[in-house]
């Protein structure tokens, strides 16, 4: 690990002075995609602890008297989860094509750029369409954000995850203007590198959450006996 | 890449972005000295508010039934809204936003801040998140009083002051600030991690940056538990959601809560509260450490135990918060592992005190007002943690919980302490932003007013909590347990507090005139050697270096140096250039 090496170096004695120049970056020479980089990394962190602590509080949540999942039996709504699952692929189609996006954009060719675009925007709009598609099918079979626990988080963790997404389309709306305004590919790319980064970072978040919220009740006895709730 | 992008960022002089109107220069600024400013002026205004809140509540205890614009009701809002602006929106916003915007770049030798649109959007959605909470003073039913732990169940139940709009606008206020706060802690460790100037490694960073650097890595990640326990709260609130919420019984109704945890709410606040302690000292005892060792003249003592003393305990902040929950009725195992890392936290925490002691013996002491108040914070924030060893073992934390004990304690160890470090750092810093030096006399007042006041005010508190009178109450009643003394004492510590208060208007009075008729202090006038001071034009301009950013050869602590002219060696300084200081000091001994 560098920074264990980094921080033993004694910068008051002048003989290390060549040696810790050596062991250390010198950021001075890098540009604004590093800065950008480290900055999204550390972005990611910040939204993985918020994830994570619904996570635990949920998964405590499960094991109290009045929990009751929403699958496992045939009248709960995702003990079939087609619509989720058509939802993830929607993400999932997204993330890729944000990918190709980037290599398009690498081969400077224009409409390959704007066609995978177009198409990464159109399914994270699905995506988002598709959500808001099962919230209003819970409210119309009676599963109201108040009833229940599970509905609760539900509702809550979902619109979490969509805010997320809806931040990164505006980012995302942001990049393809200013690839239309200066039309350099190199930029493009190099956006679009951290756009995919972000995407696929959602889209893990999403496939965990889809996991999480559609257990069964002995799904989660088990995890909570697992994490010892 | 395109050529422009393969420069040092540093080096790139983006003349299209000069600032030339006023508008652009200082209220759309992205300059992150202007940013800095901004964030200073709006934190120590709401911070002012705060304190005349404390003296009104004050005035109550001290002199209990005088005042009847006083009632229960509006006294636990008064507590509440003071606590949390002190703690969130003075501190952290003053330290971080404040402090931490001006000096990261000019402490690394970066331009500005890598990001410096965010930064300004920082600033206006800190700007947005204090209107609000301001706003709440205005609304019907006025802010909420549920206390600055806003525990549920009993903050969003009528019965509470503030249980309708209050807690609302508190609490947005609150999610507005996470997101400002993180806009800003990407910028500063972003800008830390790769901005810095050529030379400057990790380890040749200045205290003041390091306990910046880990204290924005802590608001980072704690911020969210805030905001989790803040947006769930809010749900309990607004739709109905039992996140928080158990079945329970209000003013004789049932409500439709069931099944839902308060426990749950306070672990997830206190994962939060206590390293925001942490966020709040960390870049104080960074600061106190530069202004020690620039004005004892010393190297400081031990610069790698304090670096990992930092870092360690930001590491331990995040598994000691339980011992605020002593009282929930927790497995007493758990009681017992959460005093164990609590006392354990104490070991880099001490190591800091001695170190910056040892810096202070055999230093050639200055005894200048940042010094003064260096040196009050060494004894403020002893006082304060040793009481905190104390609370930190259930067995003592027991009787003393809910006590005055715990409000002389974090007083004395959050409140005063990085206070007096922020007077230290403005009284040492303003130079840099002005160009003039603070009015010395009445700097000098204003410490002493401020360290003796503060102790009048904080020390029979001690007291106080020990003969078991409560925090949050109004007034005592008949209470027997209680002598008649204890009103006496509280009559004087109210007499204190308004001294205090009062000694803070001279402070701002000093910083008022002083920024327009204050004595001129010229170039780097403490002789410090770090790159802040090293800049080309004083106070440094936009963009800070001119044409070419410093290259950094040595650490920050070259003080004391025998062979150089004037004892110490900037941090930019070249070995040509220190030849050039040892030839021209054996020129002047020649002579002699
Ligand atoms: C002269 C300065 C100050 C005075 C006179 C003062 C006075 C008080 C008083 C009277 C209370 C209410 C005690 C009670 O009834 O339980 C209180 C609570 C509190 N103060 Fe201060 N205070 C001052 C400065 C500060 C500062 C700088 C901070 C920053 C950390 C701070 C943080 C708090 C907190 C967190 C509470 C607890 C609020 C609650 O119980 O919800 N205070 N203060
Ligand atoms: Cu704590």
Not at chain 1, 184 to 195: P, V
Not at chain 2, 190 to 217: C, D, E, H, N, Y
Not at chain 2, 410 to 423: A, D, E, Q
Request: net charge neutral.
């Amino acid at each position: 690990m560098q920074i264990f090496k980094t921080l033993q170096i004694k910068p008051w004695l002048p003989q290390e002075l060549e040696q810790e120049q050596e062991t250390n970056l010198f950021p001075s020479v890098l540009n604004r995609d590093k800065a950008a980089t480290t900055a999204l990394k550390f972005f990611l962190a910040v939204v993985s602890v918020i994830f994570l602590l619904f996570t635990i509080t949920f998964l405590q949540r499960t094991q109290s008297f009045d929990f009751q999942a929403l699958s496992g039996e045939p009248w709960l709504p995702f003990t079939n989860a087609d619509i989720l699952l058509q939802n993830s692929t929607y993400l999932l189609v997204a993330s890729i094509s944000i990918i190709l996006a980037r290599k398009f954009a690498e081969l400077e060719n224009f409409k390959g750029v704007i066609i995978l675009l177009t198409a990464t925007s159109l399914f994270t709009l699905l995506f988002i369409g598709g959500q808001v598609q099962v919230w209003q099918q819970l409210n119309q079979s009676g599963f109201y954000i108040y009833a229940n626990p599970a509905n609760s988080y539900y509702f809550l963790l979902t619109g979490m995850h969509a805010l997320h997404i809806i931040a990164g389309v505006l980012v995302f709306i942001r990049c393809i203007w200013h690839f239309l305004l200066d039309l350099s590919y190199q930029r493009l790319a190099s956006r679009l590198k951290l756009c995919a980064l972000y995407w696929h970072f959602l889209l893990f978040i999403w496939l965990f959450l889809f996991f999480l919220l559609t257990s069964d009740t002995e799904t989660f006895k088990t995890i909570a006996l697992f994490c010892g709730f | 890449m395109t050529e422009m992008e393969n420069i040092a960022i540093a080096d790139q002089v983006d003349h299209s972005s000069h600032p030339n109107t006023f508008l652009t220069k200082y209220v759309w600024s992205q300059d992150h000295k202007v940013i800095a400013i901004q964030y200073s002026i709006t934190a120590i205004a709401v911070g002012l508010i705060a304190l005349i809140l404390s003296g009104i509540m004050r005035l109550q205890l001290g002199f209990p039934n005088e005042f009847s614009f006083i009632d229960p009701s509006s006294y636990l809002q008064f507590v509440t809204m003071h606590g949390m602006i002190m703690v969130i929106y003075l501190l952290t916003a003053l330290l971080l936003g404040g402090f931490g915007n001006y000096l990261i770049p000019l402490m690394i030798g970066a331009r500005d801040m890598v990001f410096p649109y965010l930064n300004m959007l920082s600033y206006w959605t800190y700007l947005l998140s204090v209107m609000v909470l301001v706003s709440s003073f205005f609304v019907s039913g006025g802010p909420t009083g549920a206390g600055w732990t806003l525990y549920p169940p009993q903050a969003i139940l009528s019965g509470t002051p503030g249980a309708d709009a209050g807690i609302l606008l508190m609490l947005i206020s609150l999610v507005i600030f996470i997101v400002a706060f993180t806009m800003g802690g990407l910028n500063y460790v972003s800008t830390i991690l790769q901005a810095r100037a050529k030379g400057m490694t990790l380890m040749r960073m200045p205290l003041t940056i390091w306990g910046i650097f880990v204290a924005t890595i802590l608001g980072l990640l704690a911020f969210p538990a805030l905001l989790v326990s803040a947006i769930m709260m809010i749900f309990d609130k607004v739709v109905g959601t039992s996140f928080f919420m158990p079945a329970i019984l209000s003013l004789g109704e049932t409500l439709d809560h069931s099944g839902g945890s308060p426990i749950l709410f306070q672990h997830l606040f206190w994962f939060f509260g206590h390293p925001e302690v942490y966020i709040v000292a960390l870049p104080a005892f960074g600061m106190v450490s530069d202004v020690i060792a620039v004005h004892a003249r010393k190297n400081i003592f031990g610069y790698r135990m304090m670096v990992w003393a930092i870092i360690a305990i930001g590491g331990l902040s995040f598994v000691v918060w339980a011992h605020h929950m002593y009282v929930s009725g927790m497995n007493p195992y758990f009681g017992f592992f959460f005093a164990t890392t609590t006392l354990i936290i104490a070991i880099p925490t001490a190591l800091k005190v001695y170190n910056w002691l040892l810096t202070l013996w055999r230093g050639n002491i200055h005894l200048t007002v940042p010094m003064l108040f260096a040196i009050g914070f060494i004894f403020t924030f002893t006082h304060g943690g040793l009481t905190g060893l104390m609370l930190g073992n259930v067995i003592i934390d027991l009787p003393l919980s809910d006590t005055y004990f715990v409000v002389a304690h974090f007083h004395m160890v959050m409140g005063v302490s990085p206070i007096m470090v922020l007077f230290a750092a403005i009284y040492h810093w303003f130079p840099l932003f002005t160009g003039r030096f603070l009015n010395n006399k009445l700097g000098k007042f204003h410490f002493w007013g401020t360290f003796l006041g503060t102790y009048a005010i904080y020390l029979p508190m001690h007291y106080l909590g020990f003969l078991g009178v409560p925090r949050r109450y109004f007034a005592m009643g008949e209470t027997d347990f209680i002598p008649e003394s204890a009103q006496t004492l509280n009559a004087g510590i109210t007499v204190s507090a308004i001294i205090v208060g009062l000694v803070q208007l001279i402070f701002i009075a000093n910083v008022i005139w002083s920024t327009f008729k204050g004595k001129k202090s010229g170039r780097n006038p403490w002789q410090a050697t770090s790159l802040e001071w090293q800049t080309a034009q004083f106070p440094p301009g936009h963009g800070n270096w001119g044409e070419k950013v410093p290259q950094v050869h040595r650490w920050a602590y070259d003080y004391s140096v025998p062979q150089v002219k004037d004892d110490f060696i900037p941090q930019n300084f070249s070995p040509e250039e220190v030849e050039y200081l040892v030839s021209e000091q054996n020129n002047t001994q020649e002579k002699k």
